[in-house]
């Protein structure tokens, strides 16, 4: 007698319920609109996808600040606005039967915009961004809360940070990329310190029932010589 499959029986995540193991991982195709909402395009496209037999969908990386997106055609979660455009993704891939996920990300010093913020000022192409403040620090902490609490009212059925890929998470956990002298920098215990917060503002922002995922990546998006040494 055949056993089933592990990979298409049945898991549970935090009050989920998943019809099988196969997850879609988030990928960024560029098919938001110019000001990060949600297109006819994303839609057509998150549609085939969900319609593919995976569980769940974890949307690709979508913004929590203006100063955030690694391109124009990021989808964005930074205001109000884009609610009822990420409603209806939520509900095209649960019309497909999986679930859906969506990721939240600020890309520091990969950011497309020519001022950039970002852990220290470390040059990036021909670009040279800004150390962050406290101030901005606090900023884009609160965005990631915001962002969250956004993609739960658009009714996804969890959220994902994303701490990979070299992006602003990574930059504060690298030596690599994290050159700061003050609370945020030196010590792994300082340098988690973003990371932290982000998390702990994000399980704040919407609840201890709601599922909250993290993506970890060691990569920095730099040459191996001196880069992933997390
Ligand atoms: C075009 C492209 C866009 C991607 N966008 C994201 C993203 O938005 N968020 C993320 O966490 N990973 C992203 N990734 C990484 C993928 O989720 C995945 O981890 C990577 O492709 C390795 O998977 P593989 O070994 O199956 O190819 C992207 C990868 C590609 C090729």
Request: hydrophobic content about 40%.
């Amino acid at each position: 007698m055949n056993t089933p499959s592990l990979l298409f029986s049945p898991y549970g995540i935090k009050g989920v319920s998943l019809k099988n193991r196969i997850i879609m991982a988030p990928m960024f195709v560029g098919y938001a609109d110019p000001d990060g909402t949600v297109s006819s395009l994303v839609l057509d496209h998150y549609r085939e996808m969900a319609g593919s037999g995976v569980s769940m969908v974890v949307v690709e990386n979508a913004s929590v600040d203006p100063s955030g997106s690694g391109s124009p055609f990021i989808l964005r979660v930074d205001h109000d606005r884009y609610i009822s455009g990420l409603a209806q993704l939520a509900k095209t891939i649960h019309d497909q039967g999986a679930l859906a996920f969506l990721q939240i990300n600020h890309a520091g010093r990969y950011a497309y915009l020519r001022e950039r913020l970002a852990t220290s000022p470390l040059k990036t192409g021909k670009i040279v961004p800004r150390e962050m403040t406290h101030e901005e620090i606090q900023r884009i902490v609160d965005g990631f809360a915001e962002g969250a609490r956004r993609v739960k009212e658009a009714g996804f059925d969890g959220v994902e940070i994303h701490g990979g890929t070299g992006y602003l998470i990574v930059q504060f956990l690298s030596p690599r990329t994290n050159h700061r002298t003050d609370a945020y920098g030196g010590a792994l215990e300082n340098r988690m310190r973003f990371a932290l917060q982000v998390t702990d503002a994000v399980l704040e922002a919407v609840g201890k029932d709601y599922p909250v995922g993290y993506r970890f990546g060691d990569g920095h998006c730099i040459p191996f010589r001196d880069g992933r040494d997390l």
